[in-house]
């Protein structure tokens, strides 16, 4: 059986295309996985790493990559059922490279997570994956965040998802929309409503409003999937977490919440630590950073977390602190009942006043960046996958079946040769 670089190369010689050095050199390291037999294989080659030299794939160089994956027996179900993964963030993969990507999609049934985050494939490239989803059975995560989708995709989105019920997760961040009228939250909101699968969604950037999260706080009443609700860096207030407050009542199934980069203030920050503290227990984790809150909301937050044993995670820098701010949050470190590593916060003293220093964690500190060093999976920087994990337990455990049955098979044709029954 010839090898992922090998055909890569073989590939290349016959279309006269120019070797990747990069693309190469990452084959040969999944070459080198395979042989060891390790499953859940994912195939990174993210454009944006600063600790090897790094030569973009275009939309032609992803060409050549989809035939390769396409006719490896490791990434096509009809030969061995390894669940795997695609990361090609931050290339200059096109919308024809996403039309390839989609195509290979279309008949893939192992590929279970895809990462296009910041290739600039817009909205043609995004109705191709959205045509994809409606044929596609067996992917779980797309991530198309940063990759200048407009209108008419995103709401291609919301429309498919009403009927496709494999995909656990979606990034939609920072589309290119235009007007006023906050129509994508309907659509999305309408798909709520309707879809049972979905565990998270993120709707970063999205010029989202108190009427936008209105629309989706109504669905919220009615979904009970969702887990991991993303609306950082929009522009919602204090009065759409009148909506939030009130719906988070009787949702008891989101556990991650991130809010960071809006507007709510104190006033915000009260409505969400009355329901923590009095009705839900569902929430996990609550991001309000950078939010313009002050001290009085600070710390009634600080005060849900006494009454509130689910909430384990809250990250508050960015805000404006005051010396009671500071009390409240180093009290809560000190006595164990906020964990060094699930906030962005820690106290130390002078001239006898308690004060905060950032610390470099959060729901997900990684998206856009890796460190230099240590792990970039790590989940103090990442709590967000790490609370709310959106692969299929019951599906890794049918594919562990399968092999046993098959090797079980290899065993019993092996035996028969043996006995010349062959």
Request: proline share 2%; glycine share 6%.
């Given at each position: 059986m010839s090898s992922l670089q090998e055909d890569y190369y073989n590939l290349c010689m016959e279309k006269s295309r120019k070797i990747n050095s990069f693309v190469w050199h990452l084959l040969q390291e999944v070459d080198e996985k395979i042989e060891k037999g390790l499953e859940g294989i994912t195939l990174n080659i993210a454009g944006n790493s600063h600790l090897m030299p790094v030569e973009r794939m275009t939309g032609e160089d992803f060409w050549i990559l989809s035939r390769?994956?396409?006719?490896?027996?490791?990434?096509?179900?009809?030969?061995?059922?390894?669940?795997?993964?695609?990361?090609?963030?931050?290339?200059?993969?096109?919308?024809?490279?996403?039309?390839?990507?989609?195509?290979?999609?279309?008949?893939?049934?192992?590929?279970?997570?895809?990462?296009?985050?910041?290739?600039?494939?817009?909205?043609?490239?995004?109705?191709?994956?959205?045509?994809?989803?409606?044929?596609?059975?067996?992917?779980?995560?797309?991530?198309?965040?940063?990759?200048?989708?407009?209108?008419?995709?995103?709401?291609?989105?919301?429309t498919v998802l009403t009927q496709n019920q494999t995909i656990q997760a979606i990034n939609l961040n920072r589309p290119i929309l235009y007007g006023e009228q906050e129509e994508s939250t309907v659509h999305l909101g309408h798909m709520l409503k309707e879809n049972h699968c979905l565990v998270a969604l993120h709707l970063c950037k999205h010029n989202m409003k108190n009427c936008g999260i209105k629309q989706l706080c109504d669905a919220l009443y009615l979904n009970r999937s969702l887990r991991y609700l993303d609306i950082s860096c929009n522009k919602i207030t204090r009065d759409g977490m009148v909506y939030l407050a009130d719906v988070l009542k009787s949702n008891t199934t989101l556990e991650v919440i991130d809010l960071s980069f809006n507007r709510i203030e104190n006033a915000g920050a009260k409505?969400?630590?009355?329901?923590?503290?009095?009705?839900?227990?569902?929430?996990?984790?609550?991001?309000?950073?950078?939010?313009?809150?002050?001290?009085?909301?600070?710390?009634?937050?600080?005060?849900?977390?006494?009454?509130?044993?689910?909430?384990?995670?809250?990250?508050?820098?960015?805000?404006?602190?005051?010396?009671?701010?500071?009390?409240?949050?180093?009290?809560?470190?000190?006595?164990?009942r906020l964990k060094p590593d699930n906030t962005d916060v820690e106290s130390f003293v002078v001239d006898g006043h308690v004060c905060l220093a950032e610390v470099s964690n959060g729901l997900k500190k990684h998206y856009y960046w890796r460190p230099t060093y240590g792990e970039a999976c790590s989940q103090s920087s990442n709590a967000g996958s790490s609370l709310v994990p959106t692969y299929n337990m019951n599906l890794f455990i049918h594919t562990k079946k399968r092999m046993l049955h098959l090797d079980d098979l290899l065993v019993k044709q092996s035996m028969k040769r043996r006995h010349g029954q062959f």
């Open positions: 390769i994956l396409k006719k490896n027996p490791y990434i096509n179900a009809s030969i061995y059922p390894f669940s795997s993964g695609l990361d090609v963030r931050y290339n200059l993969i096109s919308d024809v490279g996403a039309y390839y990507a989609a195509r290979l999609l279309q008949k893939n049934t192992t590929l279970k997570y895809l990462r296009m985050t910041g290739n600039k494939i817009e909205n043609e490239g995004g109705m191709f994956f959205a045509a994809m989803l409606q044929i596609n059975s067996s992917l779980e995560k797309l991530d198309l965040g940063d990759c200048d989708l407009e209108m008419q995709s995103v709401i291609a989105f919301a409505y969400l630590s009355e329901t923590l503290a009095s009705h839900n227990r569902s929430v996990k984790a609550l991001s309000v950073v950078s939010n313009n809150i002050e001290g009085e909301g600070l710390v009634a937050l600080s005060q849900s977390m006494k009454t509130n044993p689910t909430l384990s995670n809250v990250y508050i820098w960015g805000n404006k602190f005051d010396e009671a701010t500071c009390v409240a949050y180093s009290d809560l470190i000190q006595m164990g």
